[in-house]
């Protein structure tokens, strides 16, 4: 059973970058043809998708988040990375590392998902 | 692309049915079969509990099934029962090759 868990600082400054890694055990990112995946929410509102990237490395992202978003893989690691840009305060929400199936049509794995504030 | 559109809340007694809407456009539900709905309750992840508009996930309720008709989706909930108060979220594949997200529904048991 895969299992992910996010991991990064809770706190950053705005216009800084945020940067979150999601571990990923009992599987590896760069095989079986998944997609791996963030999503976010914001305190008591609903879930964002941020992006993804496939087993290829390639890399699909949400329109309106395209211009300050990286996902990318750690295959020493087996993790993949989360980098967004020129945060504010809009981007403070509870980041969610997970994995696609299907396609990338349905989220078949979450990870708990951790908070990331921006605030000076 | 826009969240796709859910009523804030909906309520029912133990035992009722309760019907969700989940209202998108033509670029995701009315032009892709790849719906599904996912069930939250508080602090926790989200859960897949319906996948390409009516599948079922192993260990799922029967109690839950779907459908969808033009640019609408509906997620049943059949039999309510105490443990089914919880956020549930609809979700679209685009034709952009994109996810899409539903704002959310509050399910309360009366």
């Known amino acids: 059973q895969v299992q992910l868990q996010e991991s990064g600082p809770g706190l950053v400054k705005p216009s800084q970058t945020l940067s979150l890694t999601c571990i990923v055990s009992?599987?590896?990112?760069?095989?079986?043809?998944?997609?791996w995946t963030w999503i976010r929410q914001p305190a008591g509102k609903g879930l964002e998708w941020i992006g993804r990237i496939y087993t290829s490395g390639s890399t699909t992202y949400n329109p309106s988040l395209r211009s300050r978003v990286t996902v990318s893989f750690d295959t020493s690691k087996n993790q993949f990375s989360l980098k967004v840009n020129s945060v504010t305060a809009a981007d403070t929400a509870i980041y969610y590392c997970?994995?696609?199936?299907?396609?990338?049509?349905?989220?078949?794995?979450w990870g708990q998902g951790t908070l990331v504030t921006v605030s000076s | 692309q826009s969240a796709l559109a859910q009523p804030a809340s909906v309520s029912g007694s133990p035992g009722q049915s309760i019907t969700l809407s989940c209202t998108g456009t033509?670029?995701?539900?009315?032009?892709?079969?790849?719906v599904s709905w996912y069930q939250q309750h508080p602090g926790k992840a989200p859960k897949l509990i319906i996948y390409?508009?009516?599948n079922r996930p192993s260990g799922v309720s029967n109690r839950f099934s779907g459908s969808k008709s033009g640019n609408t989706a509906s997620l049943i909930i059949s039999g309510l029962q105490a443990e089914d108060e919880a956020d549930y979220y609809c979700s679209s594949y685009t034709t952009s090759s994109t996810l899409v997200f539903g704002g959310g529904t509050k399910v309360t048991i009366l």
């Open positions: 390409e508009v009516n």
């Open positions: 009992g599987g590896s990112v760069t095989s079986g043809g998944y997609h």
């Open positions: 997970a994995r696609l199936s299907r396609g990338a049509t349905i989220v078949d794995n």
């Open positions: 033509s670029s995701d539900i009315g032009g892709s079969n790849y």
